[in-house]
């Protein structure tokens, strides 16, 4: 497959690719699953940022990213979702 030989050409170019998971939990970077646990046990963003001594627009950014990731609307499925 073309993609998967280009993959090997940029691999042998001293590129590193992330992941070819789009979708799903598995596709989360280790800080938006991170941010999506403590956010899915109750918090909202601002307890969240505190908790994790981050910013508030840091927990917004990486939940946007979870949400869509995990094709959810908003926290209301985020627990559902993680599991």
Not at 11 to 24: E, P, S, Y
Not at 36 to 45: L, S
Not at 48 to 76: C, N, P, S, W
Request: hydrophobic letters at 40%; aromatic letters at 4%; zero cysteines.
């Amino acid at each position: 497959m073309v993609a998967e030989g280009a993959l090997r050409e940029l691999g042998a170019l001293g590129d590193r690719t992330r992941t070819r998971i789009l979708g799903g939990v598995d596709a989360l970077t280790p800080t938006g699953r991170w941010v999506a646990e403590v956010t899915a046990g109750g918090m909202n963003n601002r307890e969240t940022a505190q908790h994790l001594f981050v910013g508030l627009r840091t927990v917004e950014i990486h939940l946007t990213h979870v949400y869509g990731k995990l094709d959810i609307k908003g926290r209301q499925g985020l627990a559902e979702a993680l599991r």
